[in-house]
């Protein structure tokens, strides 16, 4: 579709022709693309400069966990093919010990794996093909305030600023949204923020010397330590970007570890088979940042003509893998209410964040609880055997009883909230199952059926 001659016109029944989006990040870039394809005319201001252009600026190669709820919303897109070329499947978590010692857990079923994908490369395909539909994006301009009852943007680029006016303007633009901080200003707008006491720093397993994977290359790593953990995934290049989540103080902390001597010790005691295969280890440590994890929940989403998306409505830390996702599927629920509602933005935007809200608080309490699963419980017997009759009944009762990790990240017909639902029901039937007699030893003579049928009735 031309949009240029074809762009919608605000009238009286609620359409909008002229979208500014604030952010070209990851939802930005694809909620664009969405939006082209529907007609309308795009306008993006990027704070950031053209990834594309300074790949230095990409720098170090970052990934994400992109699964079937991301995946959906590409194939809605027609952009499935750059999977082909640039995910890498994984198909488990690969738990490593401190003796080195390792244990394969699958996900799901066979078939059923995530997908390591370049947040850079992914990114940059996605702006270009908004720019392919006819977006114009730009760059180096940072979005400094907006005007909520006027629905105008204040741009600075370099020493000049602009005030530019929109029929409706949305804000991909993270985390720390300037959108946002407009609508924390109004009436009754809830706002909560809350910090992990864990920070992560990233970390690099290069290829070997002939290009090739120096560990598993179909599976994420996790070194699983109690109060913290590292974790890794691969890269097509061969190497693997991995991450250290790790307190930022108390006696075993990002405080404690200072010198060369202070960290090559520690990675020597708790994670002995990965520093063999990190050369550049020590002076990645000293000069990587140290981020904080972040959960951030705000609402309403939606003041007059100005709209929150992605993380700059739900900002979630990473531990389920789905904050991209959430993101991706945030623009196709927008896309499938504005089907329904015939474009009618009046209609939409409050059903959007009506609809919405409850599943993305869901995985936001999720991801902090799968924090404590990865970080504690992977290497715990009784999680381990938890997880085996789990993957039985699943077995033996497809259809009736999935996992939750299943149902968040391979069920993309389901919503979040009824996946947390299920699961809360799941575990309480678990927890009584768990404490039965013998239950390590006498497992596989469970009454599978009777289990099953306190989930469903
Ligand atoms: P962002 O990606 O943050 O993009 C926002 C864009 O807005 C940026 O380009 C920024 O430059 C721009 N911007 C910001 N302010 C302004 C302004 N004032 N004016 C103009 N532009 C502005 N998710 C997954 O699904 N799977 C994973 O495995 C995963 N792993 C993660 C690991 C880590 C360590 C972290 C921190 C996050 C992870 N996530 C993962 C979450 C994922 O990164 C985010 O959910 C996703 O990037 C959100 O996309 P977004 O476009 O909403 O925001």
């Excluded at 991706?328 to 089907?339: A, G, W």
């Excluded at 404590?372 to 009944?393: N, Q, S, T, W």
Aim: net charge negative; hydrophobic share 40%.
């Amino acid at each position: 579709m031309d949009q240029s001659s074809d762009a919608r016109q605000t009238d009286q029944s609620g359409q909008t022709g002229n979208i500014a989006i604030v952010g070209a990040g990851l939802v930005g870039s694809l909620l664009a693309v969405y939006l082209l394809k529907r007609g309308y005319r795009i306008t993006i201001f990027e704070r950031r400069p053209d990834m594309r252009k300074n790949l230095v600026d990409v720098g170090r190669s970052i990934n994400l966990a992109l699964s079937n709820r991301g995946i959906r919303a590409l194939k809605e897109v027609g952009l499935e093919g750059m999977l082909d070329e640039k995910a890498i499947p994984m198909h488990g978590r690969m738990m490593h010990d401190k003796k080195g010692n390792l244990t394969f857990q699958p996900y799901g079923q066979t078939g059923q794996f995530i997908n390591s994908i370049s947040r850079g490369g992914l990114n940059m395909e996605l702006m270009t093909e908004a720019e392919r539909l006819g977006a114009t994006i730009h760059f180096n301009s940072r979005c400094n305030q907006t005007n909520l009852e006027d629905t105008e943007l204040t741009i600075s680029q370099g020493n000049t600023t602009a005030v530019h006016k929109f029929d409706l303007i949305i804000g991909a633009d993270g985390a720390f949204s300037a959108v946002r901080t407009a609508l924390q200003y109004t009436d009754r707008f809830t706002y909560q923020q809350e910090f992990l006491d864990h920070g992560y720093k990233e970390l690099t397993i290069p290829p070997g010397k002939d290009g090739s994977f120096l560990i598993e290359k179909n599976a994420l790593h996790i070194w699983p330590r109690d109060s913290f953990m590292l974790i890794a995934l691969p890269n097509p290049d061969g190497n693997f970007t991995c991450t250290l989540f790790f307190p930022f103080e108390g006696p075993v902390s990002f405080e404690q570890l200072k010198t060369e001597e202070e960290i090559k010790s520690f990675f020597e005691e708790e994670f002995p088979d990965a520093v063999k295969l990190m050369p550049t280890l020590v002076e990645e440590f000293k000069n990587n940042p140290t981020s904080s994890l972040v959960t951030i929940r705000c609402y309403p989403w939606v003041r007059n003509k100005t709209l929150l998306i992605g993380d700059a409505a739900h900002g979630l830390v990473p531990f389920y893998g789905q904050g991209m996702n959430a993101g991706f599927e945030d623009c196709r629920v927008l896309n499938d209410l504005l089907n329904e509602h015939e474009d009618n933005w009046d209609a939409v935007l409050p059903a959007f964040q009506k609809l919405r809200k409850p599943d993305t608080d869901a995985i936001s309490h999720l991801a902090v609880e799968n924090f404590i699963e990865m970080r504690d419980l992977v290497a715990d017997d009784d999680f381990l055997l938890r997880k085996k009759i789990e993957a039985k009944l699943h077995e033996l009762y497809p259809d009736k009883w999935i996992p939750q990790y299943s149902m968040v990240t391979f069920h993309d017909e389901m919503r979040y909230s009824e996946a947390q639902k299920i699961g809360r029901k799941q575990r309480l039937i678990m927890d009584e199952v768990m404490v039965r007699s013998d239950i390590h030893s006498r497992w596989k003579s469970l009454n599978f059926e009777e289990i099953v049928n306190q989930l469903v009735h």
